[in-house]
């Protein structure tokens, strides 16, 4: 089985593949229809579904009163058909479908509301992949009547591109792409479970029960909460925990040594506790799959905040007793939806593989990172210092020439080129880049007197607003010397105002009173670096990724991942 489940993820992740939307994926439909019907799920939902125009989709969740995961799902206004109020499809697990739908139906108290599971009304096929947009183009000329009601909605189950046609059920429904639904053999439903898992989505009922883990356990917050919108049922605690703590297990990817063959290792099931060699317990076993995108074996598991620092090295025991190495990264393994969020995805594995060692790896990433976006700054940046960690020097400056296209006012970019023309015994060369970096970093933009005046109205709108916080934070800290915010408030400030010694106390010892604030690691790192202490930069800013990942707090754990490459290559 594991050979034809294989043969069909790689045509789903090279192509596209169609599942009848009953078969392997299961998938149910929740109508949610009345005069109130948007109103009703604003306020039970997390997103925010008063945002949503006809014909348009979002990831959202239901939680408890405990911030609890009851279930998560994509949400569709339907197109306008002549209906007299806006009409939702919520599509999940159909399993899942009677408990969502009486949890909701305990909260319709007068409203005009009505909760359908019309699962069985459609039939349907779920089309993934690069050429999924393709295939779904061509319904009509492969065998859907142009007369057939029905909708087409943008939905990713996989993390490639997808789309869901569904049409009323006993209606001719025929896709230009292979269409497998019950397979003798299982391979179906084994290829659409892997490539949930390469995907990142935990299953309600597998991976976690209804109701059994807080919705940050789970790493669907970002995906599925509006921080914008009003209040939801479970909003309180999720926002108590964000702000005030982290929470004991988190859900992250497990990627383990490649296999000669294609047989998965002996996982323990989902809800095992996940042990080390000593017995010690480290998390929770989720799902576990044959990855066709990292080419050996992956798991979900929720680890605990020891350990859920991407790049941490775990020995695990398996169900059949044996340990075998694993390395802990973030979620999703896999996703090309987005371009953008593809090459960032392949930058953040490129940086593992730096870690690690295996530059070669890293820098294929990096490039293909660039191919799909080729403004991505930060992937030039890691390519140009690996290459020139490995003595690849005038392949590194290309680099930063090409970078310096895309970030022209950037200093940095001048110094890189400094030290590599220096490495090449271009002494004159080097000279001219490093008095360029200098003019960028002090003498404001390259370009026309209007741009250099409004630049430096900003800054001098910047300093004048730093000049009051001083005083505003040397008040506080006469009242309180420990105050965190205050701390990091006159740090930030005297940077601003680029007295860049007197900084960094402030800074270090906001870190020292607030152990879990991982925004001051990253401004404490920052200011480090550009006062030359490298090495004390690289601690800070390793002690900021754990304390980042403890938090999931992933805009700067991914900021001081990056750092850390740039500085561990210099």
């Not at 999940?92 to 699962?119: H, K, M, N, Q």
């Not at 620092?309 to 020995?315: E, I, K």
């Not at 490039?367 to 690996?386: C, H, M, Q, S, T």
Request: glycine fraction near 10%.
């Amino acid at each position: 089985m594991s050979s034809a489940a294989l043969d069909l993820c790689r045509r789903a992740r090279t192509s596209a593949l169609a599942w009848d939307w009953n078969g392997a994926p299961a998938l149910g439909a929740l109508l949610v229809a009345g005069r109130d019907a948007g109103a009703f799920l604003q306020a039970q939902l997390t997103s925010d579904v008063a945002a949503l125009a006809p014909g348009a989709g979002q990831l959202s969740a239901r939680l408890d009163r405990k911030g609890a995961l009851v279930a998560w799902f994509s949400l569709h206004r339907l197109p306008e058909q002549g209906q007299p109020f806006a009409t939702y499809l919520a599509l999940l697990p159909g399993a899942e479908i009677s408990g969502l739908l009486a949890d909701l139906e305990r909260f319709v108290i007068g409203e005009d509301v009505l909760l359908e599971d019309v699962t069985g009304d459609f039939a349907g096929a779920v089309v993934q992949g690069p050429g999924a947009a393709a295939a779904i183009a061509g319904l009509d000329e492969f065998g859907v009547r142009a007369e057939a009601a029905g909708w087409t909605i943008a939905r990713s189950f996989t993390g490639d591109p997808g789309y869901l046609r569904l049409v009323p059920r006993g209606t001719p429904l025929a896709v230009p792409v292979p269409l497998i639904g019950s397979d003798p053999h299982e391979a179906a439903g084994t290829a659409w479970h892997w490539l949930r898992v390469e995907a990142g989505w935990p299953l309600v009922g597998t991976d976690l029960a209804p109701g059994g883990r807080v919705l940050p356990q789970t790493g669907l917050e970002d995906r599925t909460v509006s921080t914008t919108k009003g209040c939801y049922l479970g909003q309180e605690v999720v926002a108590r925990i964000r702000t005030y703590g982290s929470v004991p297990e988190a859900l992250r990817g497990l990627v383990f040594a490649e296999l000669p063959g294609d047989a998965l290792p002996a996982f323990p099931v989902p809800g095992h506790a996940l042990g080390d060699a000593e017995g010690r317990k480290l998390g929770t076993w989720a799902s576990s799959a044959l990855s066709v995108v990292w080419q050996r074996p992956v798991a979900l598991a929720y680890v605990d905040r020891a350990r859920r620092t991407p790049g941490t090295m775990l020995t695990v025991t398996l169900a059949d007793g044996t340990t075998t190495p694993a390395e802990v990264v973030l979620l999703p393994l896999h996703d090309s939806t987005d371009a953008a969020e593809r090459a960032r995805r392949l930058h953040e594995r490129a940086v593992h593989l730096f870690s690690r060692g295996e530059d070669g790896r890293a820098v294929a990433l990096l490039e293909e990172a660039i191919a799909l976006d080729p403004a991505f700054a930060e992937a030039y940046e890691a390519l140009g210092v690996i290459l020139g960690r490995g003595e690849r020097f005038h392949q590194a400056i290309d680099i930063f020439k090409r970078l310096q296209e895309i970030a022209p006012d950037e200093p940095m970019v001048h110094t890189n080129l400094s030290l590599y023309y220096m490495k090449i015994g271009d002494k004159d060369e080097a000279e001219r880049q490093q008095a360029a970096a200098t003019m960028k970093r002090f003498a404001g933009l390259d370009g026309d007197k209007a741009a250099r005046e409004h630049a430096e109205a900003e800054t001098a709108a910047r300093r004048a607003d730093a000049d009051r916080k001083l005083g505003m934070f040397a008040e506080v800290l006469q009242i309180d010397p420990d105050d965190p915010l205050a701390l990091m408030g006159l740090g930030n400030a005297l940077v601003t105002l680029e007295r860049l010694e007197e900084a960094e106390p402030h800074l270090a010892r906001a870190c020292a009173v607030q152990k879990d604030n991982s925004a001051a690691f990253a401004a404490w790192g920052k200011l480090l670096e550009r006062l030359g202490r490298t090495d004390e930069a690289r601690a800070v800013f390793t002690a900021g990724v754990q304390v980042a990942s403890r938090k999931g707090d992933l805009m700067p754990l991914r900021e001081m991942e990056h750092r850390l490459l740039v500085l561990r290559a210099g």
